[in-house]
């Protein structure tokens, strides 16, 4: 897998887990996947949500 498709799995990902998750598109982000490929999307998805969250 490439750095770049890690990144646009990754977004998607994070963009399937902001407010009300939703489980398809969480689902469709890691399918076909490694289990290695999946644990790098989602520690990319975990660092860009924690970039975007801001403290109030």
Known sequence: MSEQE??????????ALSGETDP?????????LTPLEANRVVR??????ARTVTVH
């Open 6 to 15: 890690t990144r646009t799995r990754a977004c998607r990902l994070a963009e």
């Open 24 to 32: 398809v598109a969480v689902r469709a982000a890691l399918k076909g």
């Open 44 to 49: 990319a998805a975990a660092a860009l949500r």
